[in-house]
């Protein structure tokens, strides 16, 4: 409909209607795949024009700040350590 690359193209927000048979979105055609970097980075990464930041769990994150508030007078890169090996 408007001669556009599927490179260019992102869709998302679909919505199915009760009972399904119709689906309805939101699409953004861009003029370039440079013109993309205005879109949020968690869809560059679903596109795969992106690579994902590999991180701990929140939970992990969490417990060893909370164990390196614990120690005192010794480096706290020491108490991010687990001490399950």
């Known amino acids: 409909m408007y001669k556009s690359d599927k490179e260019q193209v992102v869709v998302f927000g679909m919505r199915t209607a009760f009972g399904g048979g119709r689906s309805t979105g939101f699409a953004l055609i861009y003029d370039s795949k440079d013109a ?43 108490a991010s350590d687990s001490k399950k090996k």
């Open 36 to 78: 993309m970097k205005f879109e949020p980075r968690y869809r560059l990464v679903r596109l795969g024009q992106a690579t994902k930041v590999e991180k701990p769990s929140r939970k992990l994150r969490k417990e060893r700040k909370n164990r390196a508030l614990k120690v005192r007078g010794t480096k706290k890169s020491k």
